[in-house]
T-cell receptor, first 113, second 112 residues
Framework: ETGVTQTPRHLVMGMTNKKSLKCEQH?????MYWYKQSAKKPLELMFV???????ENNSVPSRFSPECPNSSHLFLHLHTLQPEDSALYLC????????????FGQGTRLTVV | RKEVEQDPGPFNVPEGATVAFNCTYS??????FFWYRQDCRKEPKLLMS???SGNEDGRFTAQLNRASQYISLLIRDSKLSDSATYLC?????????????FGKGTKLSVKP
C-alpha cells in the first residue's frame, strides 16, 4: 500500500461536468499539495495546505477548487473544465511545509472532452 | 529565466555506461535540493537529497555548487532499470514559501 493514495486513477469528463479528485495520505504528514503535470512541462504547483489551512494558491483558475477537511485528506473539485486542463494531477504530502521532500500519489490522469 | 533548468535529453546510453545530468537554478536563496525519478506514466519518487558536501548512494552521486547554482547527478554502471526521467528539484524560499520547484526533467534510456 502506498503512503499517498489517489482516486480515481483515470477520469474522463465533459466540459459541463462536475467531478472531484480524492487524495489520502497515511504518513502522518502535515502538508499536502496538488500538482499538475502536462506534457513537456514541469510539474506545476497548484495548491498547498499546511495543517489543513491553504497557504498557497498559485493563480489557479476558479474552476479548480481544493478542499482539505483534515490533515489526511485532500480533494480537488472540478467544474466546467476546458480541454487544456487535461493532464496528470498529482497529490503529494510532506512532513512539514518547507524544505522537506514530498511523497507523491500515483496521480489521476484527467481527460476533458 | 526558468527557475530550474535541465537538459531534456534523451540520453541514450549502453548498459554499464556512466552518465551525468546537470541542473541549474535561478534563485540564489534556494535552500534544499533533490533529485527525483519518474518512470513512464508513474508518479515522481525521491531518488536522493543533495547536500553541500556532495553525497553518494551506491551507483548514484549528487553534487551541489552553490556559487554556480548548479546541481549534478552521476550514475555509474548504468542498468536497464535506470531508464526513467530524472527531475531536479529545489526549494525556493521567500515568495514561494518553501515549496518544491521542479525542472522539466532529463530522460534517460539505457540500452542493452
Amino acid at each position: 500500500e502506498t503512503g499517498v493514495t489517489q482516486t480515481p486513477r483515470h477520469l474522463v469528463m465533459g466540459m459541463t461536468n462536475k467531478k472531484s479528485l480524492k487524495c489520502e495520505q497515511h504518513l502522518g504528514h502535515n502538508a499536502m499539495y496538488w500538482y499538475k503535470q502536462s506534457a513537456k512541462k514541469p510539474l506545476e504547483l497548484m495548491f498547498v495546505y499546511s495543517l489543513e489551512e491553504r497557504v498557497e494558491n498559485n493563480s489557479v483558475p476558479s474552476r479548480f477548487s481544493p478542499e482539505c477537511p483534515n490533515s489526511s485528506h485532500l480533494f480537488l473539485h472540478l467544474h466546467t473544465l476546458q480541454p487544456e486542463d487535461s493532464a496528470l494531477y498529482l497529490c503529494a504530502s510532506s512532513p512539514g511545509h518547507g524544505g522537506t521532500e514530498a511523497f507523491f500519489g500515483q496521480g489521476t490522469r484527467l481527460t476533458v472532452v | 529565466r526558468k527557475e530550474v533548468e535541465q537538459d531534456p535529453g534523451p540520453f541514450n546510453v549502453p548498459e554499464g555506461a556512466t552518465v551525468a545530468f546537470n541542473c541549474t537554478y535561478s534563485n540564489s536563496a534556494s535552500q534544499s535540493f533533490f533529485w527525483y525519478r519518474q518512470d513512464c506514466r508513474k508518479e515522481p519518487k525521491l531518488l536522493m537529497s543533495v547536500y553541500s558536501s556532495g553525497n553518494e548512494d551506491g551507483r548514484f552521486t549528487a553534487q551541489l555548487n552553490r556559487a554556480s547554482q548548479y546541481i549534478s547527478l552521476l550514475i555509474r554502471d548504468s542498468k536497464l532499470s535506470d531508464s526513467a526521467t530524472y527531475l531536479c528539484v529545489v526549494t525556493v524560499y521567500g515568495g514561494s514559501q518553501g515549496n518544491l520547484i521542479f525542472g522539466k526533467g532529463t530522460k534517460l534510456s539505457v540500452k542493452p
